[in-house]
């Protein structure tokens, strides 16, 4: 079967019918990624009995598939009684599996701030609620800027996964349209190049943002 482009063409309106929905769930996801991610490195910072069981949850998100969880929330827990929307299943599930992952990032970027920062700030009677976040997070995210932006891209590209949920996003539109045309190479190929052209805007604001940060002017100087 022939590549039509005319057809290609006509079917781009009704593919981007669910590019709100993927952006959307990737915002959401990596915002809940990013918090969750946190909260999983500050536990495993805390009473020595907790840590343990925050390191056991952090290496169990990181060894299953996140397909696997993604079903598991939208196929498994309604046999007990649990029957989640799938727009939900999708951004937990997603946030949830990459939290992993950035507890990872946070780890790194708070291992980088001095540890005598956090100690002068003990010293001076500021409490630890407060050294977090007047002391550390701002150091911190200045370290972490350019992975947190490798994931947040890494979500958008994952995005496709909920497509076996029945989630409205890109690359469900263009199974609908495959499903309805029996044509596969056009919604394939317009799917793919949207991706292309999303991630490569969602690149240039991750490069703006490290220059706003001045990792940018560091790295020359280093390079200099």
């Given amino acids: 079967m022939d590549f039509d482009f005319g057809f290609a063409a006509n079917i ?3 593919i981007l019918e669910g590019i709100w929905n993927t952006l959307l769930v990737a915002i959401l996801s990596f915002a809940g990624a990013a918090t969750l991610g946190f909260i999983w490195e500050l536990l495993r910072r805390s009473h020595w009995i907790v840590r343990p069981i925050a390191q056991f949850v952090i290496d169990a998100i990181r060894s299953t598939p996140v397909l696997v969880q993604i079903y598991f929330l939208f196929f498994v827990l309604p046999y007990y009684g649990i029957v989640l929307p799938a727009m939900f ?22 291992d980088a701030v001095p540890v005598g920062q956090a ?6 009677g500021i409490g630890w609620g407060d050294t977090v976040r007047f002391v550390i997070a701002p150091q911190m995210l200045r370290n972490i800027a350019a992975p947190m932006g490798a994931y947040s891209i890494a979500i958008l590209k994952s995005t496709p996964l909920l497509a ?9 539109s263009a ?35 490290e220059r706003r940060l001045g990792l940018g002017h ?3 100087l280093k390079s200099a």
């Fill in 12 to 14: 781009i309106p009704r």
């Fill in 89 to 110: 299943v999708g951004v937990f599930g997603l946030s949830f599996y990459f939290s992993g992952y950035l507890s990872e990032v946070f780890k790194a970027g708070i």
């Fill in 119 to 124: 100690e002068a700030a003990e010293s001076l």
């Fill in 164 to 172: 076996v949920i029945a989630v409205p996003e890109m690359l469900g």
């Fill in 175 to 209: 199974l609908d349209v495959a499903s309805e045309t029996y044509r596969y190479a056009e919604p394939m190929m317009v799917v793919g190049i949207l991706f292309i052209i999303l991630s490569l805007m969602a690149v240039a604001l991750v490069s703006r943002l």
């Fill in 218 to 220: 560091a790295s020359k």
